[in-house]
């Protein structure tokens, strides 16, 4: 009994064996040296030693469709930047012709209030001008000694 089972276990690791053995002779057959398994492995090599980048690889294989979308998102941002400049200008027009009117707005109510103290200064010192006029009348009044009728007239 111990010799069957020492034999059948014998035939089962050879025939594991030999199993493995076919498979790797059926894939060394399938993949035989080739030049673009080389190539591929060389490029494998130059990304690790960072000689190569993946944009160049992609130009490399022939990736014409990343290549191409690469492309299109580098107009599309430039596009959207010019979009936004102009936004952004135009934005700033707004704003500048905003408070130009706030300015102008601004400059007429200063003017406004500067003319109404003007004028209240004016009035102020016509006015000290008339109380100097009625003062001067009073003195003259008292120093030539008019009667006081004439003097009331006078301010």
């Not at 979009?83 to 027009?93: A, F, G, R, W």
């Not at 601004?106 to 200064?121: A, H, M, N, R, W």
């Amino acid at each position: 009994m111990l010799l069957d089972t020492n034999s059948s276990n014998r035939k089962n690791y050879l025939l594991k064996l030999l199993i493995l053995f076919v498979t790797i002779c059926g894939i060394n057959c399938a993949v035989k040296k080739s030049a673009s398994l080389d190539h591929i492995l060389n490029l494998d090599n130059s990304l690790n030693n960072g000689q190569i980048t993946a944009g160049q690889l992609l130009e490399k294989k022939g990736g014409q469709k990343q290549k191409q979308q690469i492309n299109s998102l580098k107009r599309n941002s430039a596009l959207n930047i010019s979009k936004n400049s102009k936004q952004i200008s135009k934005e700033k027009q707004k704003q500048n012709l905003k408070n130009l009117k706030n300015n102008v707005v601004t400059k007429k109510v200063i003017s406004k209030e500067l003319q109404k103290q003007i004028t209240k200064k004016q009035q102020k010192e016509l006015k000290e001008l008339k109380e100097m006029e009625a003062m001067k009348a009073i003195m003259k009044a008292v120093i030539t000694g008019e009667p006081y009728y004439k003097i009331s007239r006078w301010a």
